[in-house]
């Protein structure tokens, strides 16, 4: 099979494209954080706790990628700033990331249980990033979940 | 939605873990090659075109994390050697990869298609990885699936 590997040019391969664009930590963990809600360049910065430099240069790309958008917003007495929203093309990436994060949990489980749950919107079942040759399957969109705190969900924040 | 994100402590998050093990652009590449077949170190550094020393240090990356495993092999005359090859933690990476590498051919279509092609050994249905909540659907595995050139394959060596 290795020998197979050197008669083609996998550079137009889609595991190599989408490298290009997501292939460094912190571009995927700043699409996590979209993921998780979070628009705006102080909300991303306290998140990940990056340099201001890093996160400014990571949401470029993305945006230049067409993964993220900017939309203007002004808060009272400021200069107006942008924040940043998925693409669809951005909200796709959902069963790539989800992938991730699940064979993680499948393999190092986290102390406390998964932090996060992801179920079906409607049936509350629970949602897994699974290979399908069926043709009848229903692929369930980011639209069609719901990701809320498990188990292991550590609380930042005193309960109010 | 932003400011739930800032209740949980998402150091546990499985993106997060599987970043730390993966997130790094030519550690994916060393396992996209692993996919195909590759094993041996001269192999996976002809097919990377990275540095010995950048290899060396992804491969013990991986095999540390448990998703490549060393293999000793000699060749008439030689020391003997390590191959590597997949965990079946590593093999269970495959969603993941294939999650990736399908949302880049549908946003980013390769000019003249996708270069490979994966369907279902049994049925020869395309596979596609999807989110699904459907407790009836039967995933595939590494071992059920058949990677073929696709349109877009370019052939590097002539045919003999």
Chains 1, 2 share one sequence.
């Not at 996998?10 to 628009?39: M, N, P, Q």
Request: aromatic share 6%.
């Amino acid at each position: 099979m290795a020998s197979t590997r050197f008669d083609y040019d996998l550079e137009h391969c889609g595991v190599r494209r989408a490298l290009d664009l997501l292939g460094e930590k912190w571009t995927l963990l700043v699409l996590r954080e979209a993921f998780y809600g979070v628009r705006r360049f102080d909300d991303f910065s306290r998140a990940l706790s990056c340099g201001r430099g890093v996160l400014s240069a990571r949401l470029k790309t993305l945006v230049a990628g067409g993964v993220l958008e900017p939309h203007a917003y002004s808060e009272p007495g400021q200069r107006p700033r942008d924040e940043y929203r998925l693409t669809p093309k951005g909200r796709d990436l959902n069963p790539a990331l989800l992938a991730l994060s699940q064979w993680s949990e499948r393999w190092d489980p986290p102390p406390a249980g998964p932090i996060a749950l992801v179920s079906d919107r409607r049936s509350g079942l629970p949602v897994t990033a699974i290979l399908s040759s069926d043709p009848q399957a229903q692929p369930l969109s980011l639209s069609d979940i719901l990701i809320a705190p498990g188990p292991g969900a550590v609380r930042l924040l005193p309960k109010a």
